[in-house]
C-alpha cells in the first residue's frame, strides 16, 4: 500500500524558510515520479516542482524557481521541498505526489502560511 506521510508546514514571516518532508512508503522510491503541488485558498491546485528520482531531473514552476530547491534522499525515500525567501502569495496547502508505474498517489497535504 502506498503512503505519503508530509510534514514540515507551518507559519512563517515573508522573507523566512521552511522546509517541507514527504516520507514515502509502499514502491520503489527510486523509481518514481515525484512532485509538490499546492493550492491557495480559492483557487485550484497548482504544480510547483518536480523530479525523477533517477536520474535526479528537476523541473519549477515560475513563480518558485531561484526560491524553492526539490530533492530525495533514497535512502530515506523522503521528498523534500526546501523553501526560501518566501512570500505572502506562496501560502497554500501542500501536497506531494507521486507516480508509481501509472498510478497517482497523494499525501494528506499540510498548511504553508506566509504572513506578518
Known amino acids: 500500500q502506498v503512503q505519503l506521510v508530509e510534514s514540515g508546514g507551518g507559519s512563517v514571516q515573508p522573507g523566512g524558510s521552511l522546509r517541507l518532508s514527504c516520507a514515502a512508503s509502499g514502491f520503489t522510491f527510486s523509481m518514481g515520479i515525484l512532485s509538490w503541488w499546492r493550492q491557495p485558498p480559492g483557487k485550484e491546485r497548482q504544480w510547483v516542482a518536480d523530479i525523477t528520482i533517477t536520474p535526479g531531473d528537476t523541473n519549477y514552476a515560475s513563480a518558485v524557481k531561484g526560491r524553492f530547491s526539490i530533492s530525495a534522499d533514497n535512502v530515506k525515500s523522503t521528498l523534500y521541498l526546501q523553501m526560501n525567501s518566501l512570500k505572502p502569495a506562496d501560502t497554500a496547502v501542500y501536497y506531494c505526489?507521486?507516480?508509481?508505474?501509472?498510478?497517482?498517489?497523494w499525501g494528506q497535504g499540510m498548511q504553508v502560511t506566509v504572513s506578518s
Open positions: 505526489k507521486a507516480i508509481n508505474l501509472g498510478d497517482i498517489y
